[in-house]
């Protein structure tokens, strides 16, 4: 068995988790002497994501290929395919791993495909909440949950990043046909050092997507309802992009909260971190997102959704969770303000973070179940 893996990670959007992930695991396994490779949309992502790919695509062997892939199912769909096959055989690789959805499905019907032709390719997926956060009861769900079931006969290995994840696949897929492991997602060891707030920072911080999924007219409304509540002005920084920014920014303006609620574009998430006291992601689904490990790791006080694989995150420290509702934030909200001091330290310790989720950790892990999976094609 070769010691040097050609690894060759697909997915649609290099934003948010999914990106920091497929970052941190593809810097490790060059470190470890593989050949990595990055396969993904070209329309999705600023300039805070372009940065991002100057800093990483010099140091993977195998590149980064970028073409358009939409996010729904479309009659464009058929030539981005093609496209993305193109690219993915040129690579040859021996490792193809799906992250999301389209990533999924397209590592594991190019993979197949791939074998046809005699290739030794080990087809894994990561759904990362992906078709998982669809509503069972749905059209659009129970399609995607047949897709994912078809699927999943054509994979060699599925990898969840919590129990929960892994519960949802079960519930709302069925157990699934490949071998299937939980590893969790990991920070660096430089990710654990605390970001103290600047003398200015605000109250809060809302760092995210600026969509309906994670949140933010969540933290928004909370933050009206906490200033009720505490009887005093409060201030926020909201840091992203997306679809429901301006909408976000409307809804701030109504309130009356546009003199001490800012929004920036998406940067450095520890540079975020010293803008304010509090750290809130009042997500309506996740899986196992890194905003808040990467946040616990830099010493931040949390209000968190639990939804996901988040309670696991919180294992032994369970009072910074609160359903993804206003008034259960606001509520959460005041909590925090009345005493900084005791809140903070009811947070999850940092020896039980680095045990649970570190980065070397994870990537040694995935990197034993690559080569099992390939052992067996």
């Given at each position: 068995m070769?010691?040097?893996?050609?690894?060759?990670?697909?997915?649609r959007s290099?934003?948010g988790?999914?990106?920091?992930?497929?970052r941190?695991?593809?810097?490790?396994?060059?470190a470890?002497?593989?050949q990595?490779?990055?396969?993904?949309?070209s329309?999705?992502?600023?300039?805070?994501?372009?940065?991002?790919f100057?800093?990483?695509?010099?140091r993977?062997?195998?590149?980064?290929?970028?073409?358009?892939?939409?996010r729904h199912?479309g009659?464009?769909?058929?030539?981005s395919?093609?496209?993305?096959?193109?690219?993915?055989?040129?690579?040859?690789?021996?490792i193809?791993?799906?992250h999301?959805?389209?990533?999924?499905?397209y590592?594991?019907?190019?993979?197949s495909?791939?074998?046809?032709?005699?290739?030794?390719?080990?087809?894994?997926?990561?759904?990362?909440?992906?078709?998982?956060?669809?509503?069972?009861?749905?059209l659009?769900?129970?399609?995607?949950f047949?897709?994912?079931?078809?699927?999943?006969?054509?994979?060699?290995?599925l990898?969840?990043?919590?129990?929960?994840e892994?519960?949802?696949?079960?519930?709302?897929?069925?157990?699934?046909?490949?071998?299937?492991?939980?590893?969790?997602?990991g920070?660096?060891?430089?990710?654990?050092?605390?970001?103290?707030?600047?003398?200015?920072?605000?109250d809060f911080?809302?760092?995210?997507?600026?969509?309906?999924?994670?949140?933010?007219?969540?933290?928004?409304?909370?933050?009206a309802?906490?200033?009720?509540?505490?009887g005093?002005?409060l201030?926020?920084?909201?840091?992203?992009?997306?679809?429901?920014?301006?909408?976000?920014?409307a809804?701030?303006?109504?309130?009356g909260?546009?003199?001490?609620?800012?929004?920036?574009?998406?940067?450095?998430?520890?540079?975020?971190?010293?803008?304010?006291?509090?750290?809130?992601v009042?997500s309506?689904?996740?899986?196992?997102p890194?905003?808040?490990?990467?946040?616990?790791?830099?010493?931040?006080?949390?209000?968190v959704?639990?939804?996901?694989?988040?309670?696991?995150?919180?294992?032994?420290?369970?009072t910074?969770?609160?359903?993804?509702?206003?008034?259960?934030?606001?509520?959460?909200?005041?909590?925090?303000?009345?005493?900084?001091?005791t809140?903070a330290?009811?947070m999850?310790?940092?020896?039980?973070?680095?045990?649970?989720?570190?980065?070397?950790a994870?990537?040694?892990?995935?990197?034993?179940?690559?080569?099992?999976?390939?052992?067996?094609?």
């Amino acid at each position: 068995m070769t010691s040097s893996l050609r690894i060759v990670h697909c997915f649609r959007s290099p934003v948010g988790g999914i990106f920091r992930h497929v970052r941190d695991l593809s810097e490790a396994q060059v470190a470890a002497g593989h050949q990595v490779g990055i396969v993904c949309d070209s329309t999705t992502g600023g300039d805070y994501e372009a940065q991002l790919f100057e800093q990483i695509a010099d140091r993977l062997p195998l590149g980064v290929a970028r073409t358009p892939m939409q996010r729904h199912i479309g009659p464009g769909d058929l030539a981005s395919a093609a496209r993305t096959f193109r690219l993915i055989k040129k690579l040859q690789p021996d490792i193809l791993h799906g992250h999301g959805a389209k990533g999924g499905v397209y590592a594991r019907v190019f993979g197949s495909m791939l074998r046809v032709s005699r290739s030794r390719v080990a087809r894994l997926y990561s759904p990362h909440g992906g078709s998982l956060h669809y509503d069972e009861k749905s059209l659009t769900g129970r399609f995607f949950f047949l897709l994912e079931a078809m699927m999943a006969r054509w994979s060699d290995h599925l990898l969840f990043v919590s129990e929960e994840e892994r519960s949802m696949f079960r519930r709302k897929v069925g157990e699934p046909r490949a071998p299937h492991t939980v590893v969790y997602n990991g920070i660096r060891e430089e990710e654990f050092e605390p970001v103290p707030a600047n003398p200015d920072a605000a109250d809060f911080l809302y760092i995210g997507m600026m969509r309906n999924l994670k949140g933010p007219d969540l933290f928004i409304e909370a933050l009206a309802q906490a200033e009720k509540r505490l009887g005093r002005r409060l201030s926020a920084v909201m840091v992203g992009d997306g679809d429901d920014r301006e909408r976000c920014i409307a809804r701030v303006a109504e309130l009356g909260l546009a003199d001490r609620a800012r929004f920036l574009m998406p940067m450095p998430a520890r540079k975020a971190f010293a803008l304010a006291r509090a750290v809130v992601v009042p997500s309506r689904a996740e899986a196992m997102p890194y905003i808040v490990i990467e946040a616990l790791g830099a010493g931040k006080p949390m209000i968190v959704s639990a939804v996901g694989g988040i309670p696991e995150i919180f294992a032994e420290a369970t009072t910074a969770l609160v359903q993804p509702d206003a008034d259960a934030i606001a509520t959460k909200m005041a909590e925090a303000l009345s005493d900084e001091t005791t809140y903070a330290t009811s947070m999850p310790g940092r020896d039980f973070l680095k045990d649970h989720f570190s980065a070397p950790a994870m990537a040694a892990k995935i990197e034993k179940i690559y080569f099992d999976a390939l052992a067996k094609v």
